[in-house]
């Protein structure tokens, strides 16, 4: 059956955790509600999938270019995104979907045939409010959906053997003596054959943690990304 899995994404409030991206990067489309904090959030985004993003009443001057409102149709399904369900549109004629932020609360209701959709915020914490996302699998064939609460900070570590973990550490301690050479973190994964994100995952533990070594490295790596 012909299925299509869109990413929703809200109150990121300029942090795009590798969680996020780790669970979006499959995903055709993202939709981010509003409150994304920084241009960069938008060109990560972009670079994993085909992005529709709107305005937040916390992002500041460089996203006033952004809209406040966006109405767009994909895969047969009409889809309307702003951030604050206060100010939905009364006319939701054709709409299938509409997509808010701002609450940080996750939410899903129907009224009168249009699914209403809050994704809750990822970025950072409000309140006692967990994090999440959410990912709609659409079904154009059958005209149905289902969709996905995921808890970021209820995911589940990946358990590793011991085999894995010797490879680990030897990945660890290659990646180092590239940072040590004054290599990139790109040049390193393409040398090494190895996944990008674990590299920069390194890359980034060892240069913020002085004298950190390799068991260091692996106890802070997020093990769910592997």
């Known amino acids: 059956m012909e299925e299509h899995k869109i990413a929703i994404i809200s109150d990121t409030h300029g942090i795009l955790r590798d969680d996020v991206k780790e669970y979006i990067r499959d995903c055709e489309y993202i939709f981010h509600a509003g409150d994304i904090g920084s241009p960069e959030i938008l060109a ?84 006692n409010l967990p994090l999440t996302i959410m990912i709609l699998t659409l079904f154009p064939q059958s005209r149905t959906y289902k969709t996905e609460r995921i808890d970021l900070e209820k995911a589940p570590q990946k358990s590793l053997k011991q085999g894995e973990i010797k490879k680990l550490d030897r990945l660890i301690d290659r990646t180092v003596k590239f940072i040590e050479k004054g290599k990139t973190a790109e040049e390193a994964a393409a040398s090494l054959k190895a996944d990008p994100n674990l590299i920069e995952q390194i890359y980034r533990i060892y240069l913020t943690h002085q004298n950190i070594n390799r068991d260091g490295i692996l106890r802070r790596l997020e093990l769910k990304d592997l």
Do not use: M
Not at 67 to 83: A, K, M, N, R, T
């Open 44 to 127: 990560d985004l972009k670079a994993i999938a085909k992005t529709y993003a709107v305005r937040g009443n916390a992002d500041g001057n460089w996203a006033e270019n952004l809209p406040e409102s966006i109405s767009v149709e994909l895969f047969g399904f009409g889809f309307y995104v702003i951030h604050d369900k206060k100010k939905i549109k009364k006319d939701l004629s054709g709409t299938d979907f509409v997509i808010c932020g701002h609450s940080h609360k996750f939410e899903i209701t129907e009224t009168d045939g249009t699914v209403f959709l809050n994704s809750g915020g990822c970025g950072r914490k409000r309140f």
